[in-house]
């Protein structure tokens, strides 16, 4: 399976010596919703033009085309026919560009997250787990747009697993803006904090608390138009910034992330720069230099939906338990 670590590595190696026009051949594998997200970014990125994408394999052709990716990256849907499992076992590709785009994702991968949540099969709707997944998604989204300085895009897939009966869930986001150590350069953040790699600002915003737009003054340089600005993107592929703060975040929401991850068992991945950080199973993170740097970040969470299962359970569990004591 290609994963976002896969993309990480193989995109640039593969692609980035070519011209826009050149033909991009994409093997015959499964591609993951971290590898999507990743590809997409990049496809942007290098303003590869939608004819030089070639697949190996027509199942793979029809699964980019459902998942929407001539749709995202060059405003073309290629998919001829109704997207019945869209909503249902995926969340169509979907860029963050502006405000409006930020809030249209987060409704949609979150319709999609509770669609698996309650699908008769399993429920974990009422999971603690699932709650602070949806809100790190819109935290997430709204972050990718303010800091990055770029269009990104972010994809949710629920997948079988190969042994046994559960599924995974998978939540990936990636563009190729600024990226999180030239993001703390920019606000003088990575100066006054002895921050000086890739992997320093990493590390320096999955900090709870840590945020570089709560640390830093407005940059009077931004490119911005205002709030109620309607109309095309005047910066082309540049992310718009409204004039005032149009967002609600508290952060990067980087740490609610890692959290997920060591309290659910799940398996994080956060790229940027040249450093990759990686969460498996709640373990500790580990750090590592990345073959050719990603410019800007890349970020996919997986869940266990028997984790997630489990919370609900140890919930219901601890509300039991409380009840007998006001029992007596």
């Not at 997200?37 to 029809?62: G, I, M, P, Q, W």
């Not at 076992?89 to 409006?100: F, I, M, R, V």
């Not at 709204?142 to 599924?167: E, F, M």
Request: with cysteine; net charge negative; proline share 3%.
């Amino acid at each position: 399976m290609a994963t976002l670590v896969d993309a990480l590595d193989w995109l640039p190696l593969r692609f980035g010596h070519l011209a826009a026009d050149a033909e991009h051949r994409i093997p015959d594998r499964y591609y993951s919703p971290g590898f999507i997200a990743a590809f997409a970014a990049y496809l942007t990125n290098k303003r590869v033009h939608r004819e030089s994408v070639v697949f190996d394999n027509d199942a793979n052709r029809e699964y980019f085309s459902a998942v929407g990716l001539a749709l995202a990256v060059w405003g073309i849907d290629d998919y001829p026919f109704q997207r019945r499992n869209a909503g249902v076992n995926y969340a169509t590709l979907t860029p963050l560009a502006s405000q409006d785009a930020v809030e249209t994702a987060t409704a949609q991968i979150n319709g999609c997250l509770r669609a698996y949540a309650s699908n008769g099969a399993v429920d974990y709707s009422r999971s603690p787990a699932f709650k602070e997944l949806t809100h790190v998604v819109g935290e997430l989204h709204d972050n990718v747009w303010s800091h990055g300085l770029n269009t990104g895009y972010s994809v949710a897939q629920r997948q079988c697993i190969r042994r046994g009966d559960d599924h995974a869930v998978e939540f990936s986001l990636a563009d190729c803006g600024m990226g999180f150590f030239e993001e703390l350069k920019r606000a003088r953040i990575a100066a006054k904090n002895g921050i000086q790699s890739d992997r320093d600002a990493i590390a320096w915003c999955i900090q709870e608390g840590n945020s570089s737009k709560l640390a830093a003054a407005q940059d009077d340089w931004a490119q911005s138009v205002p709030n109620d600005f309607i109309g095309g993107n005047p910066f082309g592929n540049v992310a718009m910034v409204t004039g005032e703060n149009g967002n609600h975040h508290q952060g990067l929401g980087l740490a609610k992330l890692v959290e997920l991850a060591e309290t659910y068992r799940g398996v994080l991945q956060i790229a940027s720069g040249n450093c990759l950080m990686t969460m498996r199973l709640g373990y500790n993170a580990q750090f590592r230099i990345l073959r050719q740097p990603w410019k800007g970040v890349a970020i996919s969470l997986s869940l266990k939906e028997s984790s997630l299962m489990a919370a609900k359970a140890d919930v219901a569990e601890d509300v039991e338990d409380i009840m007998k004591l006001l029992r007596g």
